[in-house]
């Protein structure tokens, strides 16, 4: 009898499918993020994971956006203006893509079997 060793999911792995896919296929607004998210949850291996993998870009960005903000901020009002809209814009893209990315990264959770 052969055993096989046991696959783990791994978190990273299953960021950079979800940010990548999410990248490739962001001309198909609902199911290019249910895409990414289901195959970033296969690759995490469980619905805790896969839910994790797909939160922290979202965090990522938004610390990202607020450091452009910080650095655009201090110039007198053209400055504001350009980190207003820059941290709005992310804001938005990330809420956009993160409900679509969350429910298939929950059924690749499910779907991996692990």
């Known amino acids: 009898m052969t055993t096989y060793p046991v696959r783990r999911g791994n978190i990273g792995s299953a960021m950079a499918w979800m940010v990548g896919l999410s990248v490739a296929l962001f001309w198909i607004p609902v199911f290019g993020g249910l895409i990414a998210g289901f195959v970033g949850g296969r690759k995490a291996g469980a619905v805790g994971p896969a839910m994790l993998a797909a939160i922290l870009p979202g965090i990522l960005l ?7 903000g910080a650095l655009l901020g201090w110039i007198p009002l053209i400055g504001q203006l350009v980190a207003f809209i ?16 969350l429910i298939g990264a929950v059924l690749g959770g499910l779907s991996s079997g692990r």
């Open 62 to 68: 938004f610390v990202l956006s607020l450091f452009i």
């Open 86 to 101: 820059t941290g709005m814009g992310a804001q938005l893209l990330a809420l956009m893509n993160m409900v679509p990315l």
